[in-house]
C-alpha cells in the first residue's frame, strides 16, 4: 500500500474555474458563491495547495463581490507569480510560437483584405464587425497571447503542479512542455475525490496507531 | 602581450551580407561576386570560423548564380543548424515575445479597419495595397518572425559567435541574449582587421623562435 506520507499534490487555477457560466456551474451560480464553494472544499484537503498567479487573481476580484477575498481564501489560494527569470523553456518553443504567430499573422492578412474589398456590399459596419470576430479567433485563439497565460503555464511548471484550465492555446503548451492539466468541468469531482482520499488515509493512519 | 594561441573566434552570417544591394557594396556589385570576394578573404584569415544555418544557406542559394557555390566556400563557411532541442531561453523571453505580439496584433486590427471603413473613398485595389504594407510593417518588422530568423540567434548563441546581420528584430534579440553583432556594412573592415592580426601574430611568433 502507499506511503501516507506521500509529497503534497499542486494545482493552479485559471479564472474560468470561478468565471466562466458553464465550467463554474458545478460550484456556484455566480463568481462569487462559486469562490465560497471552492473554499469549503480546499479546507477539508490538507494534501493539496492551490495556487494562482497574482496577474490572473486581479482578473478574477473583477468578477467577485467586493470584500469577499476573505484571509481566509488567501491562505487557501495562494498567490504565487512564476520564477520567470530563472526558469527556461526549450528554444524548440521559440520556433514553434514563431510559426504558429506567422501562420496567424498571414491568415489575419487574408481576413484583412476580404474585409476591404467588401466583396458582398455588406453595409460597412457590418464588415468591421464580422472582421473583428475573424481577426480575433484567427490571431487569439487557441494560442498562448497574454502575460497571464504564460503566467499560468510556467506556473504550473515550476510547481509539478496541476494545470486546471479550459483555455485551449495553454492546454497545448502544457502538452508540450509536460505540464499536466485537467478540465475546469472535472476539478469539483477531482477536489471531492481528493477529500475522500484524505479521509482514508487518516483512517488508515489511526488504524495502524492501534496496533 | 596577449599568447598566440587565443580561442578561434566566430561569426555567423546572414544572407543580407551578400543579398542586400546596399549593405553588400563593399564585398561586391552582386550576390555571386559578393560570396567569392568573401571567400578570398575568408581564406586568409585561419584564426576565425565562419557559419551559416542551412535554412539561410538556402534562402541564400536563390540569389547565387548556379554553380557558384564551390567546396572551398562550403569548407571556409560552414553550415551548421543550432542544437534547437538542447537549447534553452529565460522564460522571461516568452513573455516579451507573447506581449509584443499581442500588441502588433491589436495594431494590424485597427489597421485592417481603418481599410474596411475606407474613410477618403480611395479606389480598393490602392486600399488593399496599402493595407497590405502598413499590415506587414506593423505585424512583422523589428521583430523575430520566422525559423531563419530563430536559427540565426540560436546558433549566435550556441556558438558564442558573432552575429552579422542588418535585422533589427535579431539584433534586438541578440541583446537580450548577450550575443555579440555586427552590422554587415562593417564586416568587410572587420574581416580586414582580422586578416592584419593574423599577420601580426605570424610575424610575433617567428620573432619569438628567432630567440
Keep these: 500500500m502507499e506511503s501516507a506520507k506521500f509529497k503534497k499534490g499542486r494545482a493552479v487555477l485559471d479564472t474560468s474555474l470561478f468565471v466562466n457560466p458553464d465550467v463554474r456551474a458545478s460550484f456556484g451560480e455566480n463568481p462569487t458563491a462559486a469562490l465560497e464553494n471552492f473554499l469549503f472544499l480546499a ?6 495547495e492551490f495556487y494562482m498567479p497574482p496577474s490572473i487573481f ?4 473583477n ?15 495562494h498567490q504565487k507569480p512564476p520564477r ?3 526558469l527556461t523553456v526549450p528554444a524548440v518553443f521559440i520556433y514553434e510560437l514563431v510559426e504558429e504567430i506567422r501562420d496567424r499573422v498571414n491568415k489575419g492578412l487574408r481576413i484583412a ?20 470576430r475573424k481577426y480575433r479567433e484567427a490571431l487569439r485563439e487557441g494560442i498562448i497571447d497574454s502575460k497571464e497565460d504564460v503566467d499560468l503555464v510556467l506556473l504550473a511548471r515550476e510547481l509539478d503542479a496541476l494545470l486546471v484550465t479550459a483555455d485551449q492555446g495553454l492546454i497545448k503548451w502544457a502538452e508540450k512542455l509536460g505540464v499536466k492539466w485537467l478540465i475546469p468541468e472535472r476539478f469539483k469531482d477531482y477536489m ?5 482520499r484524505s479521509r482514508d488515509l487518516e483512517a488508515y493512519e489511526a488504524e495502524e496507531d492501534r496496533y
Tied chains: 1, 2.
Design 43 to 48: 479546507a477539508q484537503v490538507p494534501v493539496f
Design 58 to 61: 486581479s482578473e478574477l476580484q
Design 63 to 77: 468578477f467577485v463581490e467586493p470584500g469577499k477575498i476573505t484571509g481566509e481564501l488567501l491562505v487557501y489560494l
Design 84 to 86: 520567470k527569470f530563472e
Design 113 to 132: 483584405e476580404r474585409a476591404a474589398r467588401n466583396p458582398e456590399g455588406k453595409p460597412t459596419d457590418e464588415v468591421v464587425q464580422e472582421l473583428r
Design 192 to 196: 471531492l475525490g481528493l477529500i475522500k
